[in-house]
């Protein structure tokens, strides 16, 4: 079992930028997929990036409503996952999760059914 806490969240105007962390502790090496989902109110949970955070991977994969926008990286050294947002909308408004695999399935996707472990969230507000 992974646990996940994220912060970085906050209130921004149009067009500026956050950076959301995701400190991971617990059975991480056995979890190696890292994802940001956001859910806005009334709304299902939207995968919006993923990344695999093994030394030799790397690859990651976007929604395509934060792509070129939003980077998400990983930094091995002390198991954060970062969520980089530049351009914001007020559409990217709403509560924003981080999520690991589950234990030793293969999860590149932005499925939030392929993700066993969960953050508590940490809201996002975009002002226009």
């Known amino acids: 079992q992974v646990q996940l806490v994220e912060s970085g969240g906050g209130s921004v105007q149009a067009g500026g930028s956050l950076t959301l962390s995701c400190a991971a502790s617990?059975?991480?090496?056995?979890?190696?997929?890292r994802a940001w989902f956001r859910q806005a109110a009334g709304k299902e949970r939207e995968g919006l990036a993923v990344i695999h955070t093994t030394p030799s991977g790397g690859s990651t994969l976007y929604a395509d409503s934060v792509k070129g926008r939003f980077t998400i990286s990983h930094d091995n050294s002390n198991m954060t996952t970062y969520l980089q947002m530049n351009s914001l909308k007020p559409e990217d408004t709403g509560m924003y999760y981080c999520?690991?695999?589950?234990?030793?399935?293969?999860?590149?996707?932005?499925?939030?059914?392929?993700?066993?472990?969960w953050g508590q969230g940490t809201q996002v507000t975009v002002s226009s």
């Open positions: 999520a690991a695999s589950w234990t030793w399935i293969y999860s590149f996707s932005l499925k939030a059914s392929d993700f066993g472990s």
């Open positions: 617990g059975y991480t090496y056995s979890s190696p997929f």
